[in-house]
């Protein structure tokens, strides 16, 4: 279960990375349609709002579900308050 869990984490990881870049590549498009102006600018928002944002929420919801049964079959606590690290996983 342990292997499973790594491979679990590592692509819930990769994936969550992947999607923060997708983000940004976002934010660029919305800067470069407000460089544009015009019509242009307003098919450009359009597209990353109707088009591309469906999809990278879809993948971040997938990515989190790995995410999450990774945690769960590690038995990490991944919202706990304490500081020491030793003691987010269970004995």
Do not use: Q
Not at 7 to 30: D, E, M, N, P, Y
Not at 38 to 65: D, L, M, N, Q, W
């Amino acid at each position: 279960m342990k292997k499973f869990s790594d491979i679990l984490l590592k692509i819930f990881s990769v994936g969550i990375i992947s999607v923060l870049f997708a983000g940004a590549l976002a934010l660029v498009g919305f800067i470069v349609a407000l460089v544009i102006g015009g019509e242009t600018a307003t098919e450009i928002c359009v597209f990353i709002h109707k088009t591309y944002f469906p999809y990278i929420i879809r993948f971040t919801s997938i990515f989190v579900a790995f995410g999450l049964i990774g945690m769960y079959l590690s038995k990490a606590k991944a919202l706990t308050i304490s500081g020491n690290s030793s003691d987010n996983k269970e004995e």
